[in-house]
T-cell receptor, first 114, second 115 residues
Framework: DTEVTQTPKHLVMGMTNKKSLKCEQH?????MYWYKQKAKKPPELMFV???????INESVPSRFSPECPNSSLLNLHLHALQPEDSALYLC?????????????FGEGSRLTVL | QQQVKQSPQSLIVQKGGISIINCAYE??????FPWYQQFPGKGPALLIA?????SEKKEGRFTISFNKSAKQFSLHIMDSQPGDSATYFC??????????????FGKGTHLIIQP
């Protein structure tokens, strides 16, 4: 199994809503990532988890709250988002934070904030 | 400050031709250089990657050329096919594989292969 599975694939939410994006991998990877991608732009790193601990937070606003319940799951909790937060949110994983290997991306969750 | 510069921004190639995308980096601590392919509505997928200890790596129709002294690397797609039409991102990492800080991406090249 070489997949990173993200749900939901599409999400529309109002600025006062609370929602969550979910990510799952069963490759035994111990590093998991959230990226944000705007149209026609490269992915931008948001968070890195290493062995279920937050390793890197790239100055992301607090309305985005990551959570790593276990080594296979990664969540991104969303609250009081702004329309400019509309984007494709990509989850990725790698063997470890310091390991040689590729980054596996999921297909993303396309978020629209009204 | 963009650490990986990618060109061209868009590229149109005839079917059967060679597609060439170039990248340049500044950080000499980078030691892993992957190329990602992304189709519309999909996440990026690793295409091919190279380390600084080799100057060229070939996988099927895809070749990476690497020039350490010039801090440049490029992707060549031989016998380009319409199915190769996608956005291509070069990337670099200072931690052998995209771990640690994740990957630093170039801005992407939108490639169209005309039948």
């Amino acid at each position: 199994d070489t997949e990173v599975t993200q749900t939901p694939k599409h999400l529309v939410m109002g600025m006062t809503n609370k929602k969550s994006l979910k990510c799952e991998q069963h490759m035994g990877h111990r590093a998991m990532y959230w990226y944000k991608q705007k149209a026609k732009k490269p992915p931008e790193l948001m968070f890195v988890y290493s062995y279920e601990k937050l390793s890197i937070n790239e100055s992301v606003p607090s309305r985005f709250s990551p959570e790593c319940p276990n080594s296979s799951l990664l969540n991104l909790h969303l609250h009081a988002l702004q329309p400019e937060d509309s984007a494709l949110y990509l989850c990725a994983s790698s063997l470890s934070k310091d390991n040689t290997g590729e980054l596996f991306f999921g297909e993303g969750s396309r978020l629209t904030v009204l | 400050q963009q650490q990986v510069k990618q060109s061209p921004q868009s590229l149109i190639v005839q079917k059967g031709g060679i597609s060439i995308i170039n990248c340049a980096y500044e950080n000499t601590a980078f030691d892993y250089f992957p190329w990602y392919q992304q189709f519309p509505g999909k996440g990026p997928a690793l295409l091919i990657a190279i380390r600084p200890d080799v100057s060229e790596k070939k996988e099927g129709r895809f070749t990476i050329s690497f020039n350490k002294s010039a801090k440049q690397f490029s992707l060549h797609i031989m016998d380009s096919q319409p199915g190769d039409s996608a956005t291509y991102f070069c990337a670099a990492s200072g931690n052998s594989g995209g771990g640690a800080d994740g990957l630093t991406f170039g801005k992407g090249t939108h490639l169209i292969i005309q039948p």
